[in-house]
């Protein structure tokens, strides 16, 4: 018998660093919302992942399940890979490093089942620093980021990148095509994995810190650090606007077309209007009419 489909389907990319991976996988296990599915999307060696799902109990095993993607390096392309086997109808992308706290999931599902309209909601979060040593993660401080978030729409994040991917669920048919990004630019990872659900809908927010972003920049391939301006953003921002500007020229394009095929019919029906009206200056209303009646009684009997 076929299982049901879970509500949320939780992407997580991994690769060689079990003692984040086990603290990442049990922080969604405690999630007090439960029907959801875990993908693990790993980029490198996948035996040491297929051995500690292996050692998870079967309940919690059998809602994992593990992706090998050697190709996969950017975020982008891990929640492609995941998405294309999600099943659920909600989609969060949750890194190695990060946390949430446990209602996340419960809370941020019941906000978009209340605005169906709503592509994806927030959640505001905060930054704990943290030094690994050897297999053991010590938090040097918290801090509280800027944070001035009301419903987001496309403009505001065209002018910043407003949030992380710890922080968001949205629906999985939001989920648009991937917009490759150049290697020099890392950076703006975060941005353009927001941009993609975002047009033409509201990304909206719950009022409360239910993620954690974990930054370690001393860890060899550690997260880049909190994106901030500089010019990767701009570079990035002012590819995604020359994109966009040809897209909606193309469909200006077709628009003019159709407004070209419009007038030309106009033009018809007032050939057509002022002809009958001639004829009624010519011959007034009964002959007009009295020669219509004849033309259409013709037709029919040749018919």
């Known amino acids: 018998m076929a299982t049901p489909d879970p509500r949320v389907s939780v992407i997580m990319r991994t690769r060689d660093r079990s003692h984040l991976l ?20 790993v980029e490198g060696d996948a035996a040491p992942v297929e051995q500690f799902v292996g050692t998870l109990e079967d309940d919690l095993r059998d809602r994992v399940q593990v992706l090998h993607r050697p190709d996969v390096h950017d975020r982008e392309s891990t929640a492609d ?31 978009l ?11 505001r979060y905060d930054l704990i620093h943290e030094e690994a040593h050897g297999p053991h993660v010590v938090e040097t401080h918290q801090e509280a980021p800027w944070c001035d978030l009301p419903p987001v729409p496309l403009p505001d994040l ?6 992380t991917p710890i922080q968001l669920l949205y629906r999985r048919w939001a989920h648009g095509p ?24 509201t990304v ?14 001393h860890e060899p391939d550690a997260p880049v650090a909190p994106d901030g301006p500089g010019g990767s953003e701009l570079t990035y921002l002012t590819r995604y606007l020359q994109r966009e500007f040809h897209h909606l020229h193309a469909r200006l394009g077709s628009l003019e077309e159709r ?14 209007v002022d002809k009958v009206g001639n004829d009624l200056l010519e011959h007034g209303f009964t002959a007009l009419a009295r020669r219509k009646y004849w033309n259409v009684r013709n037709r029919l009997q040749r018919g």
């Open 158 to 163: 065209l002018r910043t990148n407003a949030f």
């Open 81 to 111: 890979a995941g998405a294309e086997v999600a099943r659920g109808e909600f989609v969060a992308y949750h890194d190695v490093d990060d946390t949430w706290e446990p209602p996340f999931l419960q809370r941020t599902v019941a906000h």
């Open 259 to 272: 407004v070209g095929r419009l007038e030309e019919q106009a033009d018809r029906v007032e050939h057509r």
């Open 178 to 201: 991937a917009r490759p990004l150049r290697e020099d630019v890392p950076p703006v990872e975060n941005w353009a994995f927001h941009l993609r659900p975002s047009p033409p809908h």
């Open 22 to 41: 086990r603290r990442a996988v049990a922080d969604v296990a405690a999630q007090t919302f439960t029907d959801w599915e875990l993908l693990l999307v």
């Open 204 to 217: 909206s927010l719950v009022d409360e810190v239910l993620a954690h972003r974990h930054v370690h920049p």
């Open 113 to 123: 089942d209340e605005r169906p309209d709503h592509a994806g909601v927030i959640t």
